[in-house]
Every structure is written in structure tokens, then in C-alpha cells.
């Protein structure tokens, strides 16, 4: 079992920056591959960002050159840093983890952190 907990979001104004993170629980961590997901009110739940295991990285097109993904496997924490923040950014952001492989799959989800890009 993992538990996910969120934390970092808040209100800011456009053109700001935010840094969410991810805590993780579970000695494996480092074998997650671990993601970023949003969801605006009325629209369905995106990817925004995700990291393998090995620090490989991709990115949604809305967000490239102005989100970062990284990890820490030692804090077992993901991050999202968040620049140049425009009000089409506003979501619940969650975190996710998974890891599949032969005859298993594990697919976790946090509660979600609240972002709010408004003047």
C-alpha cells in the first residue's frame, strides 16, 4: 500500500509560481512511476506531468516550459513546480503513483490540492 498526501496549493496571481508536493508512504518509492494530474471544474481529470522511476519526464503541451516535475527518492516526495501560472491552470491537482509488471499492477491516488491562478 502507498498513501499519497498533497500540500502547496493555494491562490495565486497570475504569473506566479507555486511548488506542489507529494509525500509518499512505502519502502519502494523509488520503483513508482509517479504523475501530476488536474482536474478543472466541468472538464475531466489530465496529465500534467510524470516521472519514471529512472527521472525520464513528459509533459502535457499546456504546461511545457513552465511546470517541472522532479523527485526525491531519499524524501519519497514528488514535485511540481509550477511558473508563469495562468488562470487556465486553476484545478485540483493530484498525484498519482504506479508500477506494473509481470502478473501486478498498483495505481494510487492522493486527495487532491486546490490551485487557484486569480487577480
Known amino acids: 500500500q502507498v498513501q499519497l498526501v498533497e500540500s502547496g496549493g493555494g491562490l495565486v496571481q497570475p504569473g506566479g509560481s507555486l511548488r506542489l508536493s507529494c509525500a509518499a508512504s512505502?519502502?519502494?518509492?523509488?520503483?513508482?512511476?509517479m504523475g501530476w494530474y488536474r482536474q478543472a471544474p466541468g472538464k475531466q481529470r489530465e496529465l500534467v506531468a510524470a516521472?519514471?522511476?529512472?527521472?525520464?519526464?513528459n509533459y502535457a503541451d499546456a504546461v511545457k516550459g513552465r511546470f517541472t516535475i522532479s523527485r526525491d527518492n531519499a524524501k519519497k516526495t514528488v514535485y511540481l513546480q509550477m511558473n508563469s501560472l495562468k488562470p487556465e491552470d486553476t484545478a485540483v491537482y493530484y498525484c498519482?503513483?504506479?508500477?506494473?509488471?509481470?502478473?501486478?499492477?498498483?495505481?494510487?491516488w492522493g486527495q487532491g490540492t486546490l490551485v487557484t491562478v486569480s487577480s
Open positions: 512505502g519502502s519502494i518509492f523509488r520503483f513508482y512511476a
Open positions: 498519482r503513483a504506479t508500477m506494473a509488471g509481470d502478473g501486478y499492477e498498483y495505481d494510487y
Open positions: 516521472i519514471t522511476s529512472g527521472g525520464s519526464t
